[in-house]
Structures are given as structure tokens and as C-alpha cells.
């Protein structure tokens, strides 16, 4: 860590300062280093500031060896930081105004994917919700978008469960410190998303689950989707707050309708209702809503073009394909193509540096 991302760390710490309040102190003072050295008398001129909240300030060297501790234990349990401004940091997470200075990782996930989607629920989801979000992961696949969601119980961890079955990241908000799992009985899940996403924070190690910190998690699931899915959702609860802060963050948010006299679909009825979520119809609905449809058009149509130009054995492997499916084992695709293995290696690295084919888990290959 280098001083500057000791001070957000430190400047992270102050529980009166909140994120909005931490980044206009930093752009004020141009860095955060210069917001420790800013007189008392200066910070408290800034809206927003006085006296009391500038005190908060002044213990320095205490904050910096808070600081160091977090530091230290976090690389122990092999949690990364993420310092505002940093390049690490996620984009998404730089749209709105109350995103945390710091976040941690744990896992390897990619904070700045290409396609997101959030997904969330009621705790106590029906068999109608379970099976709904398990369809709505599975029709996203194509898309190749990274999942969000809290891991709480119900929707949430089937949506992770959902995302692992699909062979898609999946990232996890918690309400604590990454060396804990909230709620226990969901570490098993957690640990599987370790390998292709994991979990995220904006709470230092050691940060035990508190009520206060759902309602703060539930703004960064918001923040990290491009659009949000809400399943199942009573009349109150955090499934129904992501969905309202989605909506204030403009972010498309889908709403699956449910029964009239079902408590569980309340949420997401008032949603529907207040015009602050789309109906739910199925994941096309989405990709019209992100334009996805017309960057996989654009997608088909560049693909098209490159494969017209193939010859030789080149237009013999991708015509092998073509013919199973678009996906193929590489032991299957050298004896359908009569290609021998160390032969195929090369032009297959040739076609993925090209754009036209993709390596998968597995010694799999799919075109585009």
C-alpha cells in the first residue's frame, strides 16, 4: 500500500464520516494525504463539516496504525484492497455519489466485467421464486453476464447457485468482513464462488454482521448491476430496497410479477406498480433494455464476415463445428476434421487470436 491508499484506508475507518463526506474531502483537498494535514479550522469551513466532524481528523498516527492493522490482516487472509480512484476499483461503483472509498475483494473476481446483472429476493422464497431464478441465470448465459447478488438465504443464494451450475462469475456484497461468511449456513456456496467471482466488501476484516450495514450492502449490489431482477419480494425488506435504490441509481430494474395474494410477490407488484421496475417477461426483456441484442448483431455480423475469408484447414475446423453445434472437445474436433492434435493446436491458437473461436474449461472450443 502506498501513503495515499493508507490514508483512505485510515480515512475509511472514521465510522461520523460516510462515503459521500470521505470523497468531497478528498477532491476538496486534491488527495487524502492532504485532507490528515488540512487544519481543523479549514475542514470545517467545507458544507457539510464543523468542528465536531473535523475533530475526527486529528488522531492521525492512531488511525494510521488502525490502518496498517487492516493491511496486514487482510493480506493474511488473501483479501484484496480496492482504493477509490484506483484502477482496480469499479467503474460502476464511480457512477454514484455514496460508493464506498474502500471496498475489499476475496476470490478471483473481476470487479470491472463487461456485462453484469443483479439478481435478488425474499429470504423465504417459494418453489416458484427458487425455480424462477434458476430459468432467469440459465437464459442469461448467452450474455455471458457476471451475477450479483448478497448470498443471504432464498433467492440471492440460489442466484449464486444458479450462476455456478451455468459456468458464469458470480460476485457476492456482504454486510461484514471477508473473513467471515453471513449467513453461516451459505460458506459452502461462498467457497465455490472463490474460483470464478467471489465475494466483495466495503467492511474491513474482523467487521462482524450488523442490521445497520444490510440496507448500506443492498446500494452497492445496486451499483454493480447494469440491471436488476427482482424475484421475489415482500412489502418490506432489503429485496425491495435494492430495487428502489437501483431505480434511483437509473438503473433498469425488472420486477417478476407474482400473485395477488401472495406476500412475496407484494415487493414486487408495488414496484411494477409505482412504475419504478418493468414487468418481468423473460431475459430478453433485459438484453432489449442494455442493447445487448444489437452488439450480439454486431457480434454475428463481424463473425460472419471474418469466416468468409477462411480456407485450407482453417474453414475446415470452423466448418466442423458449424456442423456440432458451434462446440466441440479438441480430441473430437481433430478426429471429425481428420487434423492431427499437434497441427490443430496452432490453427486453433490462430482462430482464437482472431475473434472467430474461444478456449472453454475442459479442452472445449465454441465459435465466437
Keep these: 500500500m502506498n501513503p495515499e491508499q493508507r490514508h483512505q484506508i485510515a480515512l475509511s475507518l472514521i465510522s461520523g464520516i460516510g462515503p459521500i463526506l470521505a470523497k468531497q474531502l478528498i477532491n476538496h483537498f486534491g488527495s487524502t494525504e492532504e485532507v490528515f494535514k488540512a487544519s481543523t479550522g479549514k475542514v470545517a469551513k467545507i458544507n457539510g463539516f464543523g468542528n465536531k466532524l473535523s475533530s475526527l481528523l486529528s488522531n492521525e498516527a492512531t488511525l494510521l496504525k488502525q490502518a496498517d492493522i487492516v493491511i496486514e490482516r487482510s493480506i493474511k487472509s488473501d483479501i484484496s484492497i480496492h482504493c477509490y480512484k484506483d484502477d482496480s476499483y469499479p467503474k ?13 475483494s476475496k476470490g478471483n473476481v473481476v470487479l470491472n466485467p463487461k456485462k453484469t446483472i443483479g439478481v435478488v429476493g425474499t429470504r423465504k422464497a417459494t418453489n416458484y421464486g427458487l425455480s424462477t431464478t434458476n430459468a432467469i441465470v440459465a437464459d442469461a448465459k448467452s450474455n455471458e453476464p457476471t451475477i450479483v447478488s448478497g448470498l443471504a438465504y432464498g433467492i440471492d443464494v440460489r442466484a449464486h447457485e444458479a450462476a455456478l451450475a451455468e459456468d458464469l462469475p458470480t460476485i457476492a456484497v456482504l454486510a461484514c468482513g471477508l473473513d467471515a461468511v453471513y449467513p453461516a449456513g451459505n460458506r459452502a456456496t461462498a467457497k465455490k464462488m472463490l474460483a470464478n467471482g467471489g465475494l466483495v466488501s466495503e467492511y474491513p476484516i474482523g467487521t462482524k454482521a450488523d442490521p445497520r450495514h444490510f440496507p448500506a450492502r443492498n446500494r452497492i449490489i445496486a451499483a454493480l448491476s447494469d440491471a436488476l431482477i427482482v424475484v421475489e419480494a415482500a412489502k418490506k425488506g432489503g429485496a425491495l430496497i435494492t430495487g428502489n435504490i437501483a431505480h434511483g441509481y437509473e438503473r433498469p430494474v425488472f420486477a417478476v410479477p407474482g400473485q395477488l395474494d401472495k406476500s412475496n410477490s407484494e415487493g414486487c407488484n408495488q414496484l411494477i406498480r409505482n412504475f419504478k421496475a418493468a414487468i418481468y417477461t423473460g431475459f430478453r426483456d433485459v438484453v ?23 480456407t485450407g484447414r482453417e474453414k475446415k475446423v470452423v466448418d466442423t463445428l458449424l456442423a456440432n453445434g458451434q462446440q466441440m472437445n479438441l480430441d473430437d474436433l481433430s478426429w471429425q476434421s481428420q487434423i492431427p492434435l499437434n497441427q490443430l493446436a496452432s490453427i486453433l491458437l490462430q482462430l482464437e487470436f482472431d475473434g472467430i473461436i474461444k478456449p472453454l474449461p ?7
Design 288 to 310: 432489449e433494455s442494455l442493447n445487448w441484442d444489437l452488439e450480439t448483431e454486431q457480434k454475428v455480423q463481424m463473425l460472419v464476415n471474418q469466416l468468409s475469408k477462411l
Design 92 to 104: 460502476r461503483l464511480l457512477q454514484v455519489p455514496d460508493s464506498p472509498i474502500v471496498l475489499y
Design 362 to 368: 475442459g479442452k472445449e472450443y465454441r465459435l465466437g
